[in-house]
């Protein structure tokens, strides 16, 4: 074997790792590539909103101000105190009816329909419009709004709406779907409490205005809040199948 050989011999694998080094180096490059390619789309697609997501905000923030004036009449089978008592009982006594306003269940559809984003969006136009343009508020509406016991019902609108737009951006099964209402239906009545007794105490209103308020407004009525709540927003699930085809 000659001199010449046997360098090059010696010299073939420095330059095959050499060669490996470039090709990785530029393999990362490429990756680091793709990847700002992908996010600069995701940024983009996050920007633009068309003229159908336009449309189907407006549309929500009008559903809720339907929901608003809308009474319900909902009936359902009741075991009365009457019977533990060993009174007597009518038929009409195991009939329990209820006027309800679905103004919390339209704000979870809302969000699970629109997804986080814009459905913060199309509540903020409900409470903007009611604040200072039209009087949208089940007592009317104006910035002097904000001193009504229910106001902080509806400021807890966006709370809401956000923790159930995050939790439901995992998926739409139905363990996580209870886990999102659960928790946003909650934050809604509980700031809505807080803010009515912080009212109440500066306007030094007694405390049986305080827990009969809570008794109408977060007694029994949250069983209604959550049950209609879950099942609204399990057919967004569907209805979200729907809209992409059109949207």
Not at 11 to 24: A, F
Request: charged share 15%.
């Amino acid at each position: 074997m000659s001199e010449q050989e046997h360098n090059e011999n010696i010299n073939s694998p420095i330059e095959d790792i050499q060669e490996q080094e470039v090709l990785t180096k530029k393999e990362k490059r490429k990756k680091v590539k793709t990847k700002k390619k992908k996010s600069d789309k995701k940024k983009k697609k996050g920007i633009q909103i068309g003229i159908g997501s336009i449309m189907l905000m407006l549309f929500c923030s009008f559903l809720l101000v339907v929901a608003t004036f809308l009474q319900v009449k909902v009936s359902h089978f009741i075991i009365p105190s009457k019977f533990f008592n060993g009174d007597i009982c009518t038929a009409k006594d195991f009939i329990f009816s209820i006027k309800y306003i679905p103004q919390i269940p339209i704000v979870m559809f809302i969000v699970g329909l629109l997804g986080r984003r814009l459905g913060v969006v199309s509540i903020l136009l409900y409470i903007i419009a009611g604040l200072f343009f039209v009087p949208v508020f089940a007592l009317g509406g104006g910035w002097r709004y904000i001193f009504e016991y229910g106001f902080g019902y509806i400021l807890a609108y966006i709370p809401a709406a956000i923790i159930l737009g995050t939790i439901l951006k995992k998926n739409y099964s139905y363990i996580n779907v209870l886990k999102a209402v659960l928790i946003s239906v909650l934050t809604i009545h509980l700031i809505g409490i807080c803010y009515m007794t912080i009212l109440a105490y500066f306007k030094h209103a007694g405390i049986n205005f305080v827990t009969s308020w809570i008794a109408a407004q977060s007694g029994i009525k949250i069983i209604y809040d959550l049950v209609f709540s879950y099942l609204l927003v399990l057919v967004t699930k569907y209805a979200r199948i729907i809209l992409w085809f059109y949207l």
